[in-house]
């Protein structure tokens, strides 16, 4: 079946760095996503990886090993407004994305 | 980034009457577009993909003449809730995807939030 694991929730502090880990089981794969969403928010597109490496825009970079199943999300620089739900989606072969739960991030001062 | 616009943010309807939301690509033409529901504190629930000028197709278990959805033109795709009953409330976000590559990300709507009283 397809499946994608995050935790469930992450506490991190304000200026520091957090990453995300995200692993994925999916029918095919055409690339992994990363959307953040605010409470009572629509997503918001974060990042998208196909190949393996890193991928940097900004404070935030993303890392997929296609290998391993695996993806992570870093936050760098946290500030309080980051706090929100982290979603990782994978694209199976169908171009249909399968969605994680979603992490939520509280940021502390 | 392309904009996707998504009407209204907010709905109260009563229970028996039918709500239709809109969804627009604004600046790009959507050949496939999303609907999701969302409960609180849970993730995006696919409920039906639809491409223009066809019908949707559902995932299992949403009961699609209960959710009616019509994508008539690469702008445009509606999603009718009728008979609205108070189970229905939930928060319902489109996102919609280019011509160009299928690798592309979807762009979504602010989203809906319904309340059936």
């Known amino acids: 079946g397809q499946n994608i694991d995050q935790p469930t929730e992450m506490t991190a502090t304000e200026g520091a760095i957090v990453q995300i880990n995200c692993t994925y089981q999916?029918?095919?794969?055409?690339?992994l996503f990363w959307y953040q969403q605010h409470a009572g928010e629509a997503p918001t597109f974060l990042s998208y990886?196909?190949l393996d490496g890193l991928e940097e825009k900004g404070r935030f970079s993303s890392f997929l090993s296609r290998s391993k199943g695996y993806s992570y999300l870093l936050l760098k620089e946290l500030q309080m407004k980051d706090s929100a739900s982290y979603l990782c989606a994978g694209m199976d072969s169908n171009y249909q994305l399968i969605w994680g739960a979603g992490t939520k991030l509280i940021i502390k001062p | 980034g392309a904009v996707v616009s998504q009407h209204p943010s907010r709905v109260i309807c009563k229970s028996g009457t039918s709500v239709k939301i809109e969804c627009r690509s604004l600046?790009?033409?959507?050949?496939?577009m999303f609907w999701y529901r969302q409960f609180p504190k849970k993730s995006l629930m696919l409920m039906a993909t639809?491409?223009?000028?066809?019908?949707?197709?559902?995932e299992q278990g949403v009961e699609k003449d209960k959710f009616l959805i019509n994508h008539a033109s690469l702008t445009l795709s509606t999603l009718t809730v009728t008979s609205a009953h108070p189970e229905d409330s939930s928060f319902y976000i489109c996102s919609a995807k280019g011509t160009d590559d299928l690798n592309t990300e979807a762009f979504f709507g602010q989203g809906t939030r319904l309340t059936v009283v």
């Open positions: 999916t029918s095919g794969f055409n690339g």
């Open positions: 600046d790009f033409q959507a050949t496939t």
């Open positions: 990886n196909v």
């Open positions: 639809s491409n223009e000028g066809s019908k949707a197709t559902y």
